[in-house]
């Protein structure tokens, strides 16, 4: 609770402080690259000044809705049939009545109780009879409810009779295996049955479908291994036809062509047709390279400015950590660290009475400047863009109170599981359970 308190204490406690953070641009300098620093940056450093590869070539899509593609009617018929011939057996649902014939005395009980139930079933509700005669307690109180069946769940005794029943059908007594038993179909699942009218728009779009793939396929044979050049490819493209558009002087990062992949353009053969590209169900693509200029690299000359730019701003960070590192005493304001070190257009900021959660600084200066317990005393820091001069000009105490009970509730809880962790780690540690745990594995593989 002590801690939970200290770290509320801190979260709202509320300072006013005053910083200036300097990076590369406020460092003044005379240093200039010698020409052979900049043949050697450039040299170390020509990924960075690599012209990519550039290629020409045509797109040539094939588009199932452009295809004038027929179906015909005997093709749909035979299509219906099909669809008719693995539709799913419709599923039944049977309730049963079962005399058992153990609890009869005789054969002759046990026949004049199912005597009785064959002259009830005409007139009596099938449920009551289940409530008034079936011996089978599991389904008694779900009126003989079985489930449903395709066909294949029940005695091949029972199968052969519920293929023959429809729905509200009882069949006759049937026994089995010493018992008898009355069987009822009370539902059908997946019997709809559509009409070929209703079905001839999908099967239409189905059959136009495997026609497009089998052109496509045919497009792909037509090509394969083939050498074409620059004229025969828009006679090949309408031969199929297929939508033609061109592309100059692409390079693999351009994304003005929709291949989700463009390996298929940049990793094919110069004067050939890739293999089919697939861009969607109904859409396909092949590519056509007609021209390639090789990847090369930017002449140091056209780069040196550049590359002196970076050496300058490289020493300028070297500078700014050697003024961290430096012992010079200075103080906190623009124009004395301009005197002291070699910068230039300093700000010195005051924020006063700001807590952590405060948007007015980065979170890397927020971690520098709430973290430092001491007032009044003047401190360099590294951030991640340069040095940071600062000062706590003063602490104001926190106030729990106006932390939400939510708030105070994620923070008990992740204290208790860091607390836990800590208590955890101190076992392992004077306990040596890892090395007792890796001796154990050791010695558990051994005799595996």
Avoid: C
């Avoid at 609770?1 to 204490?9: N, R």
């Avoid at 900049?38 to 199932?64: D, G, W």
């Avoid at 962790?421 to 359970?433: G, I, M, S, W």
């Amino acid at each position: 609770d002590k801690s939970i308190e200290q770290y509320l204490d801190l979260l709202t406690e509320r300072r006013t402080v005053k910083f200036a953070e300097v990076a590369t641009e406020n460092v003044v300098t005379d240093f200039v690259p010698t020409d052979e620093e900049v043949e050697s940056f450039y040299n170390s450093n020509l990924y960075n000044y690599a012209i990519p590869e550039k290629r020409s070539f045509f797109i040539a899509k094939a588009n199932l809705n452009d295809m004038d593609i027929q179906i015909t009617d005997e093709e749909l018929s035979s299509a219906y049939n099909l669809y008719l011939e693995n539709l799913p057996q419709p599923e039944k649902r049977i309730s049963h009545i079962m005399l058992i014939g153990e609890n009869y005395d005789s054969e002759e009980e046990l026949s004049s109780r199912k005597a009785e139930v064959e002259g009830l079933l005409t007139e009596t509700n099938f449920d009551q009879l289940v409530v008034s005669f079936s011996d089978d307690l599991g389904t008694k109180d779900l009126n003989g409810d079985l489930g449903f069946t395709n066909g294949d769940v029940f005695p091949i005794e029972f199968e052969r009779v519920i293929a023959g029943l429809d729905v509200g059908d009882v069949s006759e007594a049937i026994p089995f295996e010493g018992n008898i038993h009355f069987l009822k179909v009370t539902e059908l699942d997946g019997a709809d049955i559509e009409s070929f009218e209703e079905k001839r728009s999908e099967l239409e779009g189905e059959l136009k479908q495997i026609a497009f793939e089998a052109k496509i396929l045919e497009i792909s044979n037509a090509i394969g291994g083939q050498a074409y050049n620059f004229e025969e490819v828009a006679d090949f493209a309408d031969s199929f036809s297929l939508s033609l558009e061109s592309f100059e002087n692409q390079n693999i990062s351009q994304t003005n062509f929709n291949f989700s992949d463009p390996g298929a353009v940049f990793n094919s053969q110069i004067g050939s047709w890739s293999q089919a590209i697939e861009l969607s169900n109904d859409e396909y693509a092949f590519a056509y390279v007609y021209d390639v200029i090789a990847q090369s690299t930017e002449e140091l000359a056209s780069v040196e400015s550049s590359i002196v730019d970076s050496l300058i701003d490289i020493n300028k960070g070297s500078y700014l950590d050697d003024l961290f590192a430096s012992e010079e005493e200075f103080v906190l304001e623009a124009d004395a660290l301009e005197e002291v070190f070699s910068l230039n257009n300093v700000t010195v900021d005051e924020l006063k009475n700001i807590n952590r959660s405060t948007s007015l600084l980065k979170s890397d200066l927020i971690n520098i400047l709430f973290n430092e317990y001491e007032t009044g005393v003047t401190l360099k820091a590294l951030t991640n863009d340069g040095v940071l001069f600062y000062t706590v000009v003063n602490r104001t105490k926190g106030d729990i109170s106006k932390v939400s009970d939510e708030d105070k509730l994620f923070i008990n809880e992740e204290t208790q599981r860091n607390l836990l962790q800590t208590a955890f780690n101190k076992l392992r540690k004077e306990y040596d359970l890892d090395n007792k745990l890796n001796l154990n594995n050791q010695f558990t593989a051994l005799n595996s």
